[in-house]
Every structure is written in structure tokens, then in C-alpha cells.
């Protein structure tokens, strides 16, 4: 072994078996600080250290393997849950987001947003890298049928300004009085911009809705509760930005998405990147649901979903 490094892995010791700090080091070795910072990180790089996480309660990095395996995924991150807070669960995670976001996010990508409360935390946790050429643009109507914004429009100019990417919106209500204006609407030359960007979107990012009166979705989606419980009848679970779907994955036949202006489910499936992000375990039906019919690429979740998640996912095996 070299001079150098035997040196180097004396600054290992040192700092990960002694504990000793940078300061510590650089004067029992007669270095600067810098350099001992400079060495402990190559370590890392190098594969002279390496890193077992052992959290209390179970292992994160087991759930996130457990779960891609599951569903084939490109990618998923389970955050551990310190605090039963649902803003701190969906802070903690839109960090995570930030990360994956900036590492897949490339020139002239079209980056396709959702709505919602789940979106709005991801915008707020976002973290800035420019692109050249990038475009951002709502997959889904940002506007309850009064003409009211619920915030779609805050989303998308964070996302904008994040990644310096120009802004399109969707400002039509996310959903119409009828089939006939939908259609009408979709033919506008303004708006068929848009929906062309949300065709050529090749990462998109939502979060997904319950099929519940206290969702997003039917707060502010123009639905009355006899519309919900019709729904509910005909076996829908919930909604990605907008679009109803059933346990099985499928739209149905339904009067309801012929109404929604947005995304369509089966263009989601197509996208290279199709992040979901979730942070309450009531949601762990739909998200099964979601994951069985392909609407999910990568996956952003809690440990207590994502514990949930898999032990849905082996009793249904178990009773094939």
C-alpha cells in the first residue's frame, strides 16, 4: 500500500470508527480541512466505505425494493414518518421528489403537472435546476365551475420558474356540463395547444384521489353527491388528474370523463415517466389499483402506505 494511501484510510478510520471531526483530523495529519473534506467524500465515490441504513420499526430501503419489484417500477422512495402530520409526511417526501426530478429532467423535456393539494407541497419543495427548452403544463383543467382558480395556476408557475421552463395552463374548469362541450372546447386553437403539449408530455407527475366527497376532486370538480354515489355504484375507486378509473384500471363507460378536461388515462400510460406521489394510507386501494394497471412508473410514498401497500398486495395473492 502507498504512502498516500495509507494516509487516506487513516482519515477513514479517523472519521467514521473514531468519530473524530474534520478539524480534529487535519491537525493529526497535517492537512487542511479541505483536503480531509476532499478524501472522505472520494471514499465514499470509490467504494472504500459503504452504508447500511438500519431504521427502528423496519427497513425503508427493503420496503423501496420490495415494492419495485412488485410492480416493475423504474423507481420508488418510502419516507420515514417521524411526525403523524400529513403537511410534514408531504414535505418530508416533495424533498425526495426534488431530487428524482432533477436527476431524470433533461433539455426540452415537456413536464406535464396535476393539481391539488398533494401538488401544491411538491411545487413548495421543488429544487432549482434550469433547463433549456423546457415547457411545464397542466394536465388537467385548473378552474372549479364557478371560474374560481384553486391554485392550478400557482402550481405550474413554481414548477416554471424552477426549472426555467415556460408555463402553459389549462384554464378551463376541470370539468364541463356535458360531452358536447368538452368537444367544443377542445377544438378552440388556444386550447388545442395545450392539449397537444399533454399529448407530447414525456413526464407527468399527480398525485391520486380517493373516491371520496372529501377529495379535491369533488370539492371543486363541479360533481354532486348523487354523481359521486353513482360513480361509487358502478365500481370506481378514484381519479388521476381528473380521470375516474375503476379497481381493474380501466375508464368504464361512464358520462362523467366524457366531461373532464385533461389528460386522458390511456395517454398517461404511455408517458416515459409517470411519478404519483402519496402520503395518506387511506389511499392504499387506489394507489393498488393504479400500480396494477401500469399509471405508475415511479413512486413517491410514506412507510406507513407503503406497509399497507405490500400487505394489500400479498393477501390478494393469497386469495388467487
Same mark, same amino acid.
Given at each position: 500500500?502507498g504512502?498516500?494511501?495509507?494516509? #487516506?484510510?487513516?482519515?477513514?478510520?479517523?472519521?467514521?470508527?473514531m468519530?473524530?471531526s474534520?478539524?480534529?483530523?487535519?491537525?493529526?495529519?497535517?492537512?487542511?480541512?479541505?483536503?480531509?473534506?476532499?478524501?472522505?467524500?472520494?471514499? +465514499?465515490d470509490?467504494?472504500?466505505?459503504?452504508?447500511?441504513?438500519?431504521?427502528?420499526?423496519g427497513n425503508v430501503?427493503e420496503?423501496?425494493?420490495? #415494492?419495485?419489484? *412488485?410492480?416493475?417500477?423504474?423507481?420508488?422512495?418510502?419516507?420515514?414518518v417521524?411526525?403523524?402530520?400529513?403537511?410534514i409526511? /408531504? !414535505?418530508?417526501?416533495s424533498?425526495f421528489?426534488?431530487?428524482? *426530478?432533477? %436527476?431524470?429532467? !433533461?433539455d426540452?423535456?415537456?413536464?406535464g403537472?396535476?393539481?391539488?393539494?398533494?401538488?401544491?407541497?411538491?411545487?413548495n419543495?421543488?429544487?432549482?435546476?434550469?433547463?433549456?427548452?423546457?415547457?411545464?403544463?397542466?394536465?388537467?383543467?385548473?378552474? #372549479?365551475?364557478n371560474?374560481?382558480?384553486?391554485?392550478?395556476?400557482?402550481?405550474?408557475? &413554481?414548477?416554471?420558474?424552477?426549472?426555467?421552463?415556460?408555463?402553459?395552463? $389549462?384554464?378551463?374548469?376541470v370539468?364541463?356540463? @356535458? =360531452?358536447?362541450?368538452? !368537444?367544443?372546447?377542445?377544438?378552440? @386553437?388556444?386550447?388545442?395547444? +395545450?392539449?397537444?403539449?399533454?399529448?407530447?408530455?414525456?413526464?407527468?407527475?399527480?398525485?391520486?384521489?380517493?373516491?371520496? $366527497?372529501?377529495?379535491?376532486?369533488?370539492?371543486?370538480?363541479?360533481?354532486?353527491?348523487?354523481e359521486?354515489?353513482?360513480?361509487?355504484?358502478?365500481? %370506481?375507486?378514484?381519479?388521476?388528474?381528473?380521470?375516474?378509473?375503476?379497481k381493474?384500471?380501466?375508464?368504464?363507460?361512464?358520462?362523467?370523463?366524457?366531461?373532464?378536461m385533461?389528460?386522458?388515462?390511456e395517454?398517461?400510460?404511455?408517458?416515459? %415517466?409517470?411519478?404519483?406521489?402519496?402520503?395518506?394510507?387511506?389511499? +392504499?386501494?387506489? /394507489?393498488? =389499483?393504479?400500480?396494477?394497471?401500469?399509471?405508475?412508473?415511479?413512486?413517491?410514498?410514506?412507510?406507513?402506505?407503503?406497509?399497507?401497500?405490500i400487505d394489500?398486495?400479498?393477501?390478494? &395473492?393469497? &386469495? &388467487?
Open positions: 500500500m504512502k498516500d494511501n495509507e494516509q #487516506i484510510f487513516r482519515v477513514i478510520k479517523k472519521h467514521y470508527l468519530r473524530m474534520q478539524k480534529d483530523i487535519a491537525v493529526s495529519e497535517g492537512l487542511s480541512t479541505a483536503t480531509v473534506s476532499r478524501i472522505i467524500g472520494s471514499a +465514499v470509490n467504494g472504500y466505505v459503504e452504508f447500511t441504513l438500519n431504521f427502528p420499526g430501503v420496503m423501496e425494493n420490495k #415494492i419495485q419489484g *412488485l410492480y416493475d417500477l423504474k423507481f420508488v422512495s418510502v419516507t420515514k417521524d411526525i403523524d402530520d400529513t403537511d409526511i /408531504l !414535505r418530508d417526501i424533498i421528489v426534488g431530487d428524482y *426530478l432533477n %436527476y431524470i429532467v !433533461r426540452g423535456d415537456i413536464i403537472v396535476a393539481w391539488g393539494y398533494t401538488m401544491s407541497k411538491v411545487a419543495g421543488l429544487k432549482p435546476r434550469s433547463i433549456k427548452g423546457g415547457k411545464i403544463v397542466g394536465i388537467n383543467g385548473g378552474l #372549479i365551475q371560474n374560481t382558480s384553486i391554485g392550478a395556476e400557482d402550481i405550474i408557475e &413554481k414548477f416554471s420558474r424552477n426549472f426555467n421552463a415556460t408555463g402553459y395552463r $389549462l384554464m378551463v374548469p370539468s364541463v356540463d @356535458s =360531452a358536447e362541450v368538452a !368537444r367544443m372546447l377542445k377544438k378552440d @386553437s388556444h386550447l388545442k395547444q +395545450v392539449f397537444s403539449l399533454i399529448d407530447k408530455a414525456n413526464i407527468i407527475i399527480f398525485g391520486i384521489g380517493n373516491l371520496d $366527497l372529501k377529495s379535491t376532486m369533488f370539492r371543486y370538480g363541479g360533481f354532486s353527491k348523487r359521486f354515489e353513482k360513480l361509487k355504484n358502478e365500481g %370506481y375507486v378514484g381519479d388521476i388528474g381528473g380521470r375516474f378509473f375503476r381493474d384500471g380501466s375508464p368504464g363507460d361512464n358520462v362523467f370523463n366524457e366531461r373532464i385533461g389528460i386522458e388515462l395517454q398517461i400510460k404511455n408517458k416515459e %415517466y409517470r411519478i404519483a406521489v402519496v402520503a395518506t394510507e387511506n389511499k +392504499v386501494e387506489v /394507489l393498488h =389499483a393504479a400500480l396494477k394497471n401500469g399509471y405508475v412508473t415511479s413512486l413517491f410514498l410514506d412507510e406507513k402506505t407503503a406497509r399497507k401497500l394489500l398486495e400479498y393477501s390478494c &395473492k393469497e &386469495k &388467487k
